[in-house]
Protein backbone atom coordinates (compact mmCIF):
# COMPACT_ATOMS: atom_id res chain seq x y z
CA UNK A 1 0.00 0.00 0.00
CA UNK A 2 2.83 2.59 1.07
CA UNK A 3 4.72 1.69 -2.57
CA UNK A 4 1.62 2.13 -4.54
CA UNK A 5 0.46 5.71 -3.07
CA UNK A 6 4.18 7.11 -2.72
CA UNK A 7 4.30 5.90 -6.61
CA UNK A 8 1.42 7.89 -7.20
CA UNK A 9 2.76 11.44 -5.99
CA UNK A 10 5.92 10.40 -7.52
CA UNK A 11 4.69 9.84 -10.87
CA UNK A 12 2.66 13.47 -10.59
CA UNK A 13 5.48 15.09 -9.63
CA UNK A 14 8.21 13.83 -12.27
CA UNK A 15 7.82 16.10 -14.75
CA UNK A 16 7.92 19.03 -11.78
CA UNK A 17 11.13 17.44 -10.36
CA UNK A 18 13.15 17.78 -13.72
CA UNK A 19 11.88 21.27 -14.32
CA UNK A 20 12.72 22.64 -10.63
CA UNK A 21 16.28 21.13 -11.29
CA UNK A 22 16.71 22.96 -14.14
CA UNK A 23 15.55 26.01 -13.58
CA UNK A 24 17.47 26.06 -10.55
CA UNK A 25 20.61 24.92 -12.57
CA UNK A 26 20.16 28.11 -15.08
CA UNK A 27 20.73 30.09 -12.13
CA UNK A 28 24.08 29.08 -12.08
CA UNK A 29 26.61 32.11 -12.65
CA UNK A 30 27.97 32.18 -16.20
CA UNK A 31 30.58 35.30 -15.15
CA UNK A 32 28.40 37.99 -16.60
CA UNK A 33 25.54 37.93 -14.23
CA UNK A 34 25.30 37.37 -10.23
CA UNK A 35 23.43 34.75 -8.00
CA UNK A 36 20.77 36.21 -5.97
CA UNK A 37 21.69 33.84 -3.32
CA UNK A 38 24.75 32.16 -3.28
CA UNK A 39 23.71 29.88 -0.65
CA UNK A 40 21.48 28.27 -3.23
CA UNK A 41 24.67 26.41 -4.82
CA UNK A 42 25.80 24.90 -1.46
CA UNK A 43 25.32 21.12 -1.77
CA UNK A 44 22.73 19.37 -0.30
CA UNK A 45 22.46 15.28 -0.15
CA UNK A 46 20.24 12.87 0.84
CA UNK A 47 18.95 9.25 0.28
CA UNK A 48 15.17 8.42 -0.87
CA UNK A 49 14.39 4.86 0.36
CA UNK A 50 13.96 2.28 -2.13
CA UNK A 51 9.99 1.81 -1.37
CA UNK A 52 9.44 5.64 -3.05
CA UNK A 53 10.97 4.22 -6.50
CA UNK A 54 10.18 3.50 -9.41
CA UNK A 55 12.50 -0.47 -9.47
CA UNK A 56 12.62 -0.59 -12.73
CA UNK A 57 14.68 2.00 -12.88
CA UNK A 58 18.67 1.63 -13.74
CA UNK A 59 21.52 3.26 -12.99
CA UNK A 60 22.00 5.03 -15.85
CA UNK A 61 18.51 6.25 -15.89
CA UNK A 62 19.67 8.05 -12.89
CA UNK A 63 22.51 9.33 -14.89
CA UNK A 64 20.67 10.62 -17.28
CA UNK A 65 18.03 12.84 -15.06
CA UNK A 66 21.26 13.92 -13.25
CA UNK A 67 23.32 15.22 -16.22
CA UNK A 68 19.88 16.76 -18.04
CA UNK A 69 18.69 18.33 -15.17
CA UNK A 70 21.60 19.75 -13.57
CA UNK A 71 21.66 17.57 -10.29
CA UNK A 72 25.22 16.84 -9.35
CA UNK A 73 24.55 13.18 -8.94
CA UNK A 74 21.97 10.20 -8.49
CA UNK A 75 23.57 6.90 -7.42
CA UNK A 76 21.55 3.77 -7.10
CA UNK A 77 22.73 1.94 -4.24
CA UNK A 78 23.07 -1.63 -3.48
CA UNK A 79 19.65 -1.48 -1.12
CA UNK A 80 17.91 0.38 -4.58
CA UNK A 81 17.95 3.39 -2.36
CA UNK A 82 19.37 6.48 -3.94
CA UNK A 83 21.68 9.19 -3.14
CA UNK A 84 21.13 12.55 -4.33
CA UNK A 85 23.38 15.29 -4.35
CA UNK A 86 22.25 18.40 -6.04
CA UNK A 87 22.29 22.35 -4.86
CA UNK A 88 20.32 24.08 -2.13
CA UNK A 89 17.98 25.98 -3.91
CA UNK A 90 17.30 23.04 -6.45
CA UNK A 91 16.47 20.94 -3.03
CA UNK A 92 14.40 23.67 -1.44
CA UNK A 93 12.47 23.86 -5.64
CA UNK A 94 11.85 20.30 -5.40
CA UNK A 95 10.22 19.79 -1.73
CA UNK A 96 7.87 22.92 -3.34
CA UNK A 97 6.88 20.97 -5.90
CA UNK A 98 6.14 18.10 -4.05
CA UNK A 99 3.99 19.81 -0.96
CA UNK A 100 2.52 21.27 -4.21
CA UNK A 101 1.55 17.43 -5.23
CA UNK A 102 0.72 16.11 -1.93
CA UNK A 103 -1.53 19.05 -1.27
CA UNK A 104 -3.53 18.41 -4.86
CA UNK A 105 -3.91 14.64 -3.05
CA UNK A 106 -5.06 15.89 -0.32
CA UNK A 107 -7.60 18.04 -2.02
CA UNK A 108 -8.44 15.40 -4.30
CA UNK A 109 -9.40 13.30 -1.10
CA UNK A 110 -12.22 15.52 0.27
CA UNK A 111 -13.32 16.17 -3.47
CA UNK A 112 -13.27 12.58 -4.70
CA UNK A 113 -16.15 11.47 -2.94
CA UNK A 114 -15.08 8.53 -1.71
CA UNK A 115 -14.34 9.93 1.93
CA UNK A 116 -18.37 11.91 1.75
CA UNK A 117 -17.98 13.31 5.67
CA UNK A 118 -14.15 15.16 5.06
CA UNK A 119 -14.27 18.94 4.66
CA UNK A 120 -10.84 19.76 4.20
CA UNK A 121 -6.95 18.35 5.47
CA UNK A 122 -4.75 20.97 6.64
CA UNK A 123 -1.45 19.98 7.66
CA UNK A 124 1.92 22.12 9.18
CA UNK A 125 4.99 22.93 7.18
CA UNK A 126 6.99 19.48 7.37
CA UNK A 127 3.76 17.34 6.79
CA UNK A 128 3.88 15.73 10.45
CA UNK A 129 0.73 17.30 11.85
CA UNK A 130 -2.20 16.99 10.27
CA UNK A 131 -6.22 18.42 10.78
CA UNK A 132 -9.13 16.61 9.20
CA UNK A 133 -12.47 18.61 9.26
CA UNK A 134 -15.43 15.98 8.79
CA UNK A 135 -19.36 16.58 8.65
CA UNK A 136 -19.62 13.95 10.91
CA UNK A 137 -17.95 12.36 14.31
CA UNK A 138 -17.83 9.04 13.32
CA UNK A 139 -16.31 7.85 10.38
CA UNK A 140 -16.85 5.22 8.29
CA UNK A 141 -14.30 2.25 7.20
CA UNK A 142 -13.17 4.07 4.25
CA UNK A 143 -12.57 7.26 5.61
CA UNK A 144 -10.55 5.78 8.81
CA UNK A 145 -8.43 3.96 6.01
CA UNK A 146 -7.87 7.62 4.94
CA UNK A 147 -5.24 8.06 8.19
CA UNK A 148 -2.92 5.55 6.28
CA UNK A 149 -2.78 7.52 2.94
CA UNK A 150 -2.00 10.72 4.87
CA UNK A 151 0.21 8.78 7.03
CA UNK A 152 2.41 7.62 3.45
CA UNK A 153 2.25 11.45 2.41
CA UNK A 154 4.00 12.80 5.61
CA UNK A 155 6.21 9.81 5.21
CA UNK A 156 7.32 10.05 1.26
CA UNK A 157 7.69 14.25 2.22
CA UNK A 158 9.96 12.67 4.75
CA UNK A 159 12.14 10.85 2.02
CA UNK A 160 12.67 13.41 0.25
CA UNK A 161 13.33 15.99 2.66
CA UNK A 162 16.36 14.27 4.38
CA UNK A 163 15.29 13.28 7.39
CA UNK A 164 13.76 10.45 8.94
CA UNK A 165 11.02 9.39 9.25
CA UNK A 166 9.08 11.42 12.30
CA UNK A 167 5.71 10.73 14.46
CA UNK A 168 2.34 11.71 11.86
CA UNK A 169 -0.62 12.95 13.79
CA UNK A 170 -3.46 13.54 12.93
CA UNK A 171 -6.71 15.35 14.92
CA UNK A 172 -9.77 14.55 13.53
CA UNK A 173 -12.19 17.89 13.61
CA UNK A 174 -16.39 17.90 13.85
CA UNK A 175 -17.11 20.56 11.72
CA UNK A 176 -19.77 21.79 13.83
CA UNK A 177 -18.36 22.51 16.98
CA UNK A 178 -14.97 22.06 16.26
CA UNK A 179 -13.74 19.24 18.94
CA UNK A 180 -11.50 16.69 18.65
CA UNK A 181 -13.48 13.40 18.31
CA UNK A 182 -10.31 11.08 17.19
CA UNK A 183 -6.60 11.36 16.45
CA UNK A 184 -4.46 8.85 14.93
CA UNK A 185 -0.71 8.67 15.08
CA UNK A 186 1.87 6.48 12.63
CA UNK A 187 3.44 4.94 15.20
CA UNK A 188 0.70 3.25 16.39
CA UNK A 189 -0.76 2.32 13.77
CA UNK A 190 2.77 0.45 12.59
CA UNK A 191 2.77 -1.00 16.18
CA UNK A 192 -1.03 -2.33 15.46
CA UNK A 193 0.06 -3.55 12.01
CA UNK A 194 3.23 -5.17 13.49
CA UNK A 195 0.28 -6.80 16.09
CA UNK A 196 -2.15 -8.10 12.94
CA UNK A 197 1.71 -9.65 11.44
CA UNK A 198 2.43 -11.82 14.21
CA UNK A 199 -0.80 -12.71 15.11
CA UNK A 200 -1.40 -13.94 11.67
CA UNK A 201 2.11 -15.80 12.06
Given at each position: ?????A??????????????????????P?????????A???????????????????Q????????????AS?T??A?R???????????R?M???????I????SN?????????????????????????????????N?????W????F?????????G??G??????????????????D????????????GA??
Amino acid sequence: MKKTIALMIILALCFSLCACGKDAAEQVPTGTGTVADPADLEPVSFTVPSEYLDEKRTQADYDAEAAEYGFASATLNADRSVSYVMTKGQHREMLARLAEEIDKALSNMTASGEYPNFVSITHNEGFTEFKVVSRASQLNENELSASWAITHFSELYAAFAGGSEGNCHIDYVNEKDGEVFGVGDSSEMEAALAGLVGAAG
